[in-house]
């Protein structure tokens, strides 16, 4: 494949070197590849580093993909009772190119609360919607098409419709989406408005340079000011090659929730708070796989068409995913004959799941070579509203014709109908045996105006070190509920726009 111009990969990389930029961002996702075309298109020189490759080509193969843009293969966890399975993209473009698309606003009482309750600067709803807007507008958020909507997601909204539940049509980044469902493995058709076909070329268009396969292992400092980066070129193999390094005016990690912590740790940044890693949220998810007797081929259609919100206030939230058959046979609870079965009615099922808003904090620490750990404990308070949930999303499915349903929990039965489901569910089981997913992660480096209890200022400027911004979802105060992606990238827009406005302060 040729890089487009401005793009550089390990193959250019062969001899240690320094760079020189206004800004150097580790990070090229919804945060980083953002921040880098807002300034760019200013005159800005930004160099971006990612830790992944630069890819364009996608396909339905699941597990090529999850090997080549996921970071250790999708297969990293939290420790804790139960332990979350939880996945980071490792691209350029980062896990934005391998979302599902949805694209929900901040929600208000969540921007109130940020604004009354955490002091932040300016991010109340109506200064947020310009931001809002500039972001909607570039990537094109849009409801689906209804020719790309697919049986399983028709029969959620029937369910929801059928019980009088609240149930929206999503908004999501595309531009006229086909339904191909392979949202989770790359857009192959370019609708999905990912930052690898806006953000990224824009940044490119208007002179930003960015250094695929590098991964960062520390952020250079004199005294308490960051002065740029050091990282090391990785081989195809996965051993490390040149070293590169990066001086700037303005340093800003966009690693995402569990990364960012651990590079600004293994730095030797240390936050007043003592708040740096904590906080974790973590959008717990678990799904039910329920079968019917017609045919619903799953995998046609788009990913996530609906939102079921009756529930928005007790804190979860309803959609259908289709999941590949090779990752379903990895996850369902059975073996042998059992699951020959469950796969033989793989075109019948319907795979739903529910998104919390968690109550419980985690955090993450970094290990004594600088790897980080994320531990997590989910706390009484959100194992219920998880068990209450999957009983109204049992209701639900069975409700439109669900045969049986697979519960996420080991060694439970089956139930075939509400009453059985709701039998099942209060029998109680312990959380070990819940299986639970995000790809939710935020909190880690909270935005506060009071340096005593956050580790960022309104802006994700660090509080105790000059020339140093975070810019990603670690900067969230709290959990907010819905998909976080588009509150990333508006955020990046917002805090674009404030280095701009202060470029004496951040960029001389």
């Given at each position: 494949?040729?890089?487009?111009?401005?793009?550089?990969?390990?193959?250019?990389?062969?001899?240690?070197?320094?760079?020189?930029?206004?800004?150097?961002?580790?990070?090229?996702?919804?945060?980083?590849?953002?921040?880098?075309?807002?300034?760019?298109?200013?005159?800005?020189?930004?160099?971006?580093?990612?830790?992944?490759?630069?890819?364009?080509?996608?396909?339905?193969?699941?597990?090529?993909?999850?090997?080549?843009?996921?970071?250790?293969?999708?297969?990293?966890?939290?420790?804790?009772?139960?332990?979350?399975?939880?996945?980071?993209?490792?691209?350029?473009?980062?896990?934005?190119?391998?979302?599902?698309?949805?694209?929900?606003?901040?929600?208000?009482?969540?921007?109130?609360?940020?604004?009354?309750?955490?002091?932040?600067?300016?991010?109340?709803?109506?200064?947020?919607?310009?931001?809002?807007?500039?972001?909607?507008?570039?990537?094109?958020?849009?409801?689906?098409?209804?020719?790309?909507?697919?049986?399983?997601?028709?029969?959620?909204?029937?369910?929801?419709?059928?019980?009088?539940?609240?149930?929206?049509?999503?908004?999501?980044?595309?531009?006229?989406?086909?339904?191909?469902?392979?949202?989770a493995w790359g857009c192959p058709t370019g609708a999905k408005r990912s930052p690898i076909v806006t953000y990224i070329p824009r940044a490119l268009h208007f002179g930003a340079r960015i250094y695929s396969?590098?991964?960062?292992?520390?952020?250079?400092?004199?005294?308490?000011?960051?002065?740029?980066?050091?990282?090391?070129?990785?081989?195809?193999?996965?051993?490390?090659?040149?070293?590169?390094?990066?001086?700037?005016?303005?340093?800003?990690?966009?690693?995402?929730?569990?990364?960012?912590?651990?590079?600004?740790s293994r730095s030797g940044f240390k936050s007043p708070s003592g708040q740096l890693g904590r906080n974790l949220s973590m959008h717990p998810n678990v799904k039910v796989m329920a079968i019917f007797d017609?045919?619903?081929?799953?995998?046609?259609?788009?990913?996530?068409?609906?939102?079921?919100?009756?529930?928005?206030?007790?804190?979860?939230?309803?959609?259908?995913?289709?999941?590949?058959?090779?990752?379903?046979?990895?996850?369902?609870?059975?073996?042998?004959?059992?699951?020959?079965?469950?796969?033989?009615?793989?075109?019948?099922?319907?795979?739903?799941?529910?998104?919390?808003?968690?109550?419980?904090?985690?955090?993450?620490?970094?290990?004594?070579?600088?790897?980080?750990?994320?531990?997590?404990?989910?706390?009484?308070?959100?194992?219920?509203?998880?068990?209450?949930?999957?009983?109204?999303?049992?209701?639900?499915?069975?409700?439109?014709?669900?045969?049986?349903?697979?519960?996420?929990?080991?060694?439970?039965?089956?139930?075939?109908?509400?009453?059985?489901?709701?039998?099942?569910?209060?029998?109680?089981?312990?959380?070990?045996?819940?299986?639970?997913?995000?790809?939710?992660?935020?909190?880690?480096?909270?935005?506060?105006?009071?340096?005593?209890?956050?580790?960022?200022?309104?802006?994700?400027?660090?509080?105790?070190?000059?020339?140093?911004?975070?810019?990603?979802?670690?900067?969230?105060?709290?959990?907010?509920?819905?998909?976080?992606?588009?509150?990333?990238?508006?955020?990046?827009?917002?805090?674009?726009?404030?280095?701009?406005?202060?470029?004496?302060?951040?960029?001389?």
């Amino acid at each position: 494949m040729t890089l487009p111009r401005g793009v550089y990969d390990r193959d250019d990389l062969t001899k240690d070197q320094t760079l020189f930029a206004d800004v150097v961002i580790v990070g090229s996702g919804a945060g980083g590849g953002t921040l880098a075309a807002e300034l760019a298109e200013e005159g800005v020189d930004v160099i971006v580093l990612e830790e992944g490759s630069y890819n364009t080509e996608f396909d339905s193969h699941a597990s090529k993909a999850i090997r080549r843009m996921y970071r250790d293969a999708g297969a990293t966890m939290s420790l804790g009772n139960p332990p979350i399975l939880y996945q980071e993209g490792m691209t350029v473009g980062g896990s934005a190119v391998i979302n599902g698309g949805m694209k929900w606003r901040t929600p208000d009482n969540i921007l109130h609360r940020w604004d009354v309750e955490d002091g932040l600067d300016r991010i109340g709803p109506k200064e947020m919607d310009f931001f809002f807007s500039r972001v909607e507008n570039r990537i094109n958020v849009a409801y689906q098409d209804p020719e790309s909507i697919g049986r399983d997601n028709q029969l959620l909204k029937e369910g929801a419709d059928k019980n009088g539940w609240d149930v929206i049509p999503n908004r999501r980044n595309q531009l006229h989406c086909s339904g191909t469902n392979n949202c989770a493995w790359g857009c192959p058709t370019g609708a999905k408005r990912s930052p690898i076909v806006t953000y990224i070329p824009r940044a490119l268009h208007f002179g930003a340079r960015i250094y695929s396969n590098v991964r960062v292992g520390k952020i250079l400092r004199k005294g308490k000011r960051a002065v740029g980066v050091e990282g090391r070129v990785v081989k195809a193999n996965g051993k490390t090659g040149a070293r590169i390094t990066v001086a700037a005016k303005l340093v800003v990690s966009s690693c995402g929730s569990i990364q960012t912590p651990a590079l600004l740790s293994r730095s030797g940044f240390k936050s007043p708070s003592g708040q740096l890693g904590r906080n974790l949220s973590m959008h717990p998810n678990v799904k039910v796989m329920a079968i019917f007797d017609e045919d619903v081929r799953g995998w046609e259609g788009v990913h996530q068409a609906y939102q079921v919100r009756e529930f928005k206030q007790e804190g979860f939230v309803f959609a259908a995913v289709n999941i590949p058959p090779s990752i379903v046979a990895m996850t369902a609870p059975h073996y042998g004959r059992g699951l020959a079965d469950v796969m033989a009615d793989y075109n019948k099922t319907v795979i739903a799941g529910l998104l919390l808003e968690d109550t419980s904090l985690g955090r993450v620490v970094t290990l004594p070579g600088g790897a980080p750990v994320a531990l997590y404990q989910l706390n009484q308070i959100d194992f219920e509203k998880l068990r209450r949930g999957l009983e109204m999303l049992c209701e639900l499915l069975f409700s439109v014709g669900a045969k049986r349903v697979l519960l996420p929990v080991d060694g439970m039965d089956e139930p075939t109908n509400a009453d059985e489901a709701r039998a099942i569910l209060a029998r109680g089981f312990p959380r070990s045996a819940l299986e639970v997913v995000t790809v939710h992660l935020m909190g880690t480096a909270r935005m506060g105006i009071d340096r005593r209890w956050a580790v960022t200022d309104s802006y994700g400027m660090f509080h105790d070190a000059a020339g140093l911004m975070v810019c990603d979802a670690s900067l969230f105060p709290s959990p907010i509920g819905v998909n976080p992606c588009l509150t990333i990238q508006t955020l990046a827009t917002r805090n674009a726009a404030h280095i701009l406005d202060n470029r004496k302060r951040y960029l001389q």
